[in-house]
């Protein structure tokens, strides 16, 4: 029998100043808001989560990498790490799990320096633009990914 492992939500940095910083952009639903919503949908479906945030890119590095045994999927919104980070990006590509790449704003309609992430590569999906569902989102593709729950119908 194969032991399930929680799903790593990953956040970086800034993010912990949710429902403060640029409310117009991210809104008001503070981080954790959103890691009391994933928890519950999680619960609701029989998952665990490891809900995690830091301003520091080595300790997202080294969340991924210890996910690599520890967690069955990769829910991560790198927030400004998503524009820059190359060490980021290496260590997703060692996860062999599902990566869904999420951001509260629609980074394709943002300026310039918001719209193109380096790490969109290394994941299996991204969802922008849908504020803080789209974590609730995120966390019901990887559970569908993983066979945990059921695909929609019509899906293939």
């Not at 008001?28 to 479906?45: D, G, M, V, Y």
């Not at 060692?94 to 951001?103: K, N, Q, R």
């Amino acid at each position: 029998m194969t032991t399930r492992k929680p799903i790593l939500i990953l956040n970086g940095p800034n993010l912990n100043m949710l429902g403060i910083r640029e409310p117009h952009i991210y809104g008001s639903t503070t981080l954790e808001q959103i890691r009391q919503n994933c928890e519950a949908f999680a619960a609701a479906n029989g998952a665990a989560i490891d809900f995690r945030q830091s301003n520091h890119e080595g300790v997202l590095v080294d969340a991924i990498q210890e996910a690599r045994t520890a967690a069955d999927a990769i829910i991560f919104n790198p927030a400004g790490y998503s524009f820059t980070s190359v060490a980021l990006f290496d260590a997703l590509k060692t996860f062999e799990g599902p990566i869904v790449e999420v951001h509260i704003s629609n980074i394709h309609a943002r300026d310039e320096m918001h719209r193109h992430s380096k790490l969109s590569a290394a994941a299996k999906g991204v969802i922008c633009g849908l504020g803080p569902d789209g974590y609730i989102l995120a966390l019901q593709a990887v559970l569908q990914i993983l066979g945990r729950l059921p695909a929609r119908s019509g899906d293939a």
